[in-house]
């Protein structure tokens, strides 16, 4: 939350810009790009549409759409973009909605980038915004 304002929800509205925009909806979930600069085409965040701080918060039609959604994900970002192997992390300490992140890595990641470390990503590491758009359209289109 910024200003009392609550940062995914101004995502999920089009109040607040994302590159690429809202990819997918489904069962009260959204696809949608990293909103933060990403050093890893086609890493996504699928994320609730309705506040809830955690996986244990959410309805149960979301529930139930979580895991084969997030499955189907991550193998169009495996077919679409040559991904070796897609991480999934939820944290769930910034945001007042559950979000996974759902990280593509490829044979050519650097060690420095793989696993958690993505999070550690430098500034010379993030991607040309459009080349991000373009990962992300892909596998959108992959779901369709």
């Known amino acids: 939350m910024t200003d009392g304002k609550c940062t995914e929800c101004e995502l999920l509205r089009g109040a607040r810009p994302i590159p690429g925009g809202i990819l997918h909806r489904e069962g009260g979930l959204a696809l949608h790009v990293l909103s933060d600069p990403s050093p890893l085409r086609g890493w996504l965040i699928l994320a609730s549409e309705r506040h809830a701080r955690a996986w244990y918060d959410l309805e149960p039609a979301s529930l139930a759409t979580l895991g084969p959604l997030a499955a189907r994900v991550m193998s169009a970002q495996r077919a679409v973009l040559g991904a070796e192997h ?59």
Do not use: K
């Not at 909605?97 to 696993?115: E, N």
């Not at 758009?133 to 959108?140: E, G, Q, T």
């Open 86 to 144: 897609v991480y999934a992390f939820a944290i769930g300490d910034v945001l007042q909605h559950f979000h996974l992140h759902l990280v593509p890595r490829f044979a050519d990641t650097p060690d420095r980038l793989r696993g958690r470390r993505c999070f550690e990503a430098r500034a010379e590491d993030v991607l040309p915004e459009v080349e991000v758009v373009a990962a992300a359209r892909a596998v959108a289109a992959a779901l369709r």
